[in-house]
Each structure stands twice: as structure tokens, then as C-alpha cells.
């Protein structure tokens, strides 16, 4: 046994003198690096057959060794600082987690604090445990002294219970009312030429017949008009003139650039408080449930923020075809007190509201999407009114059933001919081969429903046919790079005199050679 510890020992003692030379050799290295005598000696060795140029040589060299020393140590101090740094950055962040396990089994004891204290209210209310105050709300209360209700006496909800309170009190002023038949007899020409003189005679708002003709031949084609153009022209005016005009003004709701969700146009219920919060909009609109009248809304500087993002829901209920099915849920649940006209939470869209959303078009704002533009029917307003003498015209209450009946009748009396038909075929196919871009039914049937309005306002077909591709389809372009199609408009403003005429589809040509100037 005594032979294997000697045996041992000596086998250990090979590294742990490996281990000793490692050390005493850098402790070595560090004192011979720093032994100053041993500089001076070998100096003073040498020092007289040193002439100026080896002197200088030396200083340098000296100065060398005491960079690359410096350099040393700063290496080490580096590593040692973030060293440092790296430790007490572990040792704040377990402390951090120590805090917030802490703070959590507070949070836990608070939130079982605070449930003992509801049951204590649910008790005090009279409630039992687990029943909601929606259904205490639906058991009719006991009168104090034990009396019923009188029979055909009313009982009033508390205001408390009441979340929508613009909506009932538009329930309890709307109680008795009976829709009116304003007994119209105007038609689609004549209204045109009565609110260009209403608006100039009593406004002061000078508009071009041709201006009018289209904005109320957009009313047929859709329930959204974007009026667009350079600020100053009279945007804005003409939709509240409109307003004016049917004795019904006009909802505006300036678009803010923080506007993301439909909460912006219909408001949102606010759980703490257990109220919904209400817009001017959804009160305008709940109204126009009640009465066949003419409602407008009007989104100004829609495009300040995206109009996809807060209307995207409206542009789908409003494409469905049947108008029963324009519905939108405003709350997930309903209460005893709810609105009249609110079933299930859920709100019908009324089919007599126009939506006129104004846009400038500059650098504050943001580009409007094709998915707008293709359900929308934008009108360009870049230019003043002329003055001119007006007949004054008063304002006059109009029905909306008899408005789109002129529109249905217009469909009838003037729908697009086989010939335009044709030729709008033809251009569809040229657009396709040369510029890649197509449109779909949608804009078929809005163009149909556009024309045969514009007709009826007394206008021409072909100008009305002009005017909405100019509008709806050639804009499509300016996705296009510009520069690579350039000789390719040229030939499309050919096809153009061939297919409709040279005095013909000006606002086309003129549109197509702005993209011109644009490359």
C-alpha cells in the first residue's frame, strides 16, 4: 500500500508541477516584463558605442514596449469591466423576478380581496350568486307598497339600465311618428337645375350644370360618391348644400388620422361604465330607419387616414344585394332596454343614407385603394363655379323611395344601347391585350346604373359612358410604370377617335395625356 501512495504521489506531482511551472512562469514573465534594473543594466552595457542616430532607435524601441504594455492592460481592464457588468446584469434581473413573483401573489390577493367584496354587493342588490343584472333587469320590480302597474300605463327604465341613450331618446321622439309622402312630382333634369338654383340664390355656391348632373347621377350607381380634388373647391360645400337642399342637413364627421376601426363611425360599449358610446353617425342612421327622407353623411378628408381600415365593413354590407341583409351587430348581446329598431344587438343599415366622403389630394394624406375606388363613384371638383343670375328655388322635402323610383325608371327608359355596348366591349379587349387590366361586373353594373341617370338629367350617353371610364377604369393606370407605356397611350387616344368619334371621350384623352406629363 505504501508503494502505490509513492506511486501516487509521484504520478500527481508530474501535472501539479506542470501546473507550477505554468504559473511561476507567468509570474516570471510578468517580473522580468517590469524589471527596470535589467533595462538600465543592459543600456549601461552598451551605451558607449551608442551615437545620436542609436539613441533615437532606443527611445523608440522603449516607447514600443511601453504601447504594447499599455495596450495589455487596457485589455484586461476591458475584460474584467465586462465581467462586471455582464454579473450585475444577472443579479438585477433575478432580483427583478423575485419582485414580480412578489408583486404577483399580490395581485393574486387583491383580485380574491376584490371578489369577496362583489358578493358582498350581490348580496346587498339582492341578487343571487352567479345571476347577472341583465337578468334581475328582465323580473318585473314589486311596487314598494305592493301595488301593480296600472293597465296601460308604461313603465319607465331607469336610466341607468339604458346603454344606448341618443338611440332611445330617437325611439321616444320618433314614438308616434307616421312617414310622410311629400307627393314629388320632379324629375331627374329638373331636380338638377332646382338645387343648382337653390344652392346659388340661398347658399351663395355656384356649381356648372355638368357638376350637378353628375353628383346626382352618382346617387344612382352607389351609396358611397368620394368628391375629390385640390383644396378650396367647394368639396365639402356641395355635399352640405345638398343637405340644405332636402331640408334634411347633412351628418359631418371630420376623419381624424388616428380613425383605424368601425368604432370611429358607430362608437363602442364601454364596460366600465356599461354605456355604449354613441356617434352622431349611428344616431343619424337609427333615424333613418324611422321616415322615408333623404339622409346624407358626410366623411371629411376621408383619406387622412386609410378608408379601408374604418369603413371596410360598410363597403361590404353595403355590396350585398339585398338590402335585408345590410346589417351590422353593434353589441354580441341585448338587454330589455335596448333601442326599438336594435334586434339581438344588430342594427339594419337604412337603404335612404348616401355616404360623400371628400378627399385632397396631396402629401398629408393616404393613397385611396382600389377596393374603394371600385365601390365608390369618385367626381373630380377642381375647378370654381361661374357666377350666374339663379331663379330663386327654396329648399323641398324629398321622399327616397320616389328619388330611386326616378332611378329605376331611368334604368328603363335608358338603358345603354347594344351599339355602346359593343364598343365598350371592344375597348375592354384592347385594354386587356395592351395594358393588362380588366374590370369586373360590379363596375358593368355601375356604369349601366350611372349612364341611365345621366341620360335622364339631360345629359348625352356617350358623355356619360366617357366620364365614368375616365373616372373608374383608365385611373386604373397609374399603377402602371408610366414610363414603359408611354407610346402605348398614344395609340390607345387612336382607338379612341376610331372607336367613339375625335369630338368624343375628351375626359378620357385629356386624363390619358395628363398620365403623359406624369413620366
Known sequence: MSKFIKFLYEFMSVFFNGVKSIVMGFINGIVQMFNIPNYIQVIAFYKEEFGIKEWVLTIIAIAVMIAVLGLIILLVYFIIRKYVRFRKTLVEQEGMLDEIAVLNKKVTDLVEEKEK???????????????????????????????????????????????????????????????????????????VGLFRNFAASKLGLYYKTEMIRLFISSLACTKLVILQGISGTGKTSLAYAWGKFIKNDAIIASVQPSWRDRTELFGYFNEFTKKFNETEILKKMYEAGYNDDVYVAVLDEMNIARVEYYFAEMLSILEMPSRDEWIIELVSSSWPTDPKNLIDGKLKIPGNMWYIGTINNDDSTFAVTDKVYDRAMPIDINDKGQVFDPIPTDAMNINSSYLEGLYEKAKQNHPMSAEMHKKIEEMDDYVIKHFRIAFGNRIVKQMGDFVSAYIECGGEEVDGVDYFIARKILRKFEQLNLAYIRDEIDEFIKFLDQEFGREHFNECKEYLLRLKKMV
Do not use: C, W
Open 117 to 191: 367584496i362583489l358578493a358582498m354587493k350581490v348580496s346587498q342588490m339582492g341578487l343571487k350568486p352567479g345571476e347577472s343584472a341583465e337578468e334581475k333587469v328582465e323580473e318585473k320590480p314589486e311596487e314598494e307598497d305592493g301595488e301593480e302597474p296600472k293597465e296601460g300605463e308604461e313603465e319607465i327604465p331607469d336610466d341607468d339600465n339604458i346603454r344606448f341613450t341618443k338611440l332611445h331618446s330617437i325611439d321616444v321622439e320618433f314614438k308616434d311618428y307616421k312617414v310622410q309622402n311629400y307627393n314629388n312630382t320632379f324629375t331627374l333634369e329638373e331636380l
